[in-house]
């Protein structure tokens, strides 16, 4: 069966970088790229980014255009989210999700990652 | 790019139907057919109700289905249950490559 196991939570403080990941695990990897979504405490969801576990290829949201990084490790079948900069209103749970391409829909869900950011 | 806007609640009784909507632009909901729309209880990852429009995955029930005109597309619910009471997201790619969502729905079941 499909599944998507993200990190476990993390508490930064103001202007340091987080990197959650994502394994993959009951497909055929390479054929899905990851797209990362996140929603802060009682918000709504907001997306971030999409990555191709194919060839690596991303596409980002514009506001966080040169903050966030996505990268594929194919070996061990694992997607990466570095989130540099950190402010508070970049608390959050963020998700993974497994999409063939952007907006093609997310079939399959991570469980979550919390990160806080708080001096 | 803005958030698509839905309005912030609906309610609706057992067994009645409920419609939410989704309004955009032409530079997304009205220029392309790759709307989507999530499901969400409390304390959960969301969960891919419809994509393409009107497409439904196989194992969410046919009392969900979508439809586009022009700039808005819309999630109808039938049968209205208890447990369908939930956020409900619209999503839609953009002109720029991008996926943009809409503002949720909360759906009440009365």
């Known amino acids: 069966q499909v599944q998507l196991v993200q990190s476990g939570a993390e508490v930064k403080k103001p202007g340091a970088s987080v990197k959650v990941s994502c394994k993959a695990s009951g497909y055929t990897f390479t054929t899905y790229g990851i797209s990362w979504v996140r929603q802060a405490p009682g918000q709504g969801l907001e997306w971030m980014g999409w990555?191709?576990?194919?060839?690596?290829?991303?596409k980002f949201a514009q506001s966080l255009q040169g903050r966030v990084t996505m990268t594929t490790d194919t070996s061990t079948s694992t997607t990466y989210m570095e989130l540099r900069s950190l402010r508070s209103d970049d608390t959050a749970v963020y998700y993974c999700?497994?999409?063939?391409?952007?907006?093609?829909?997310?079939?399959?869900w991570g469980q979550g990652t919390l990160v806080t950011v708080s001096s | 790019q803005s958030a698509l806007t839905q309005p912030a609640s609906v309610s609706g009784s057992p067994g009645q139907s409920i419609t939410i909507s989704c309004t955009g632009t032409?530079?997304?909901?009205?220029?392309?057919?790759?709307v989507s729309w999530y499901q969400q209880h409390p304390g959960k990852a969301p969960k891919l109700m419809i994509y393409?429009?009107?497409n439904r995955p196989s194992r969410v029930s046919n009392r969900f289905s979508g439809s586009k005109s022009g700039n808005t597309a819309s999630l109808t619910i039938s049968g209205l249950q208890a447990e369908d009471e939930a956020d409900y997201y619209c999503t839609s790619y953009t002109s720029a490559n991008t996926l943009v969502f809409g503002g949720g729905t909360k759906l009440t079941v009365l």
């Open positions: 990555i191709s576990s194919y060839n690596g290829n991303t």
């Open positions: 032409s530079s997304d909901v009205g220029g392309y057919n790759y």
């Open positions: 393409d429009v009107s």
């Open positions: 999700g497994r999409e063939e391409a952007v907006a093609r829909g997310i079939d399959y």
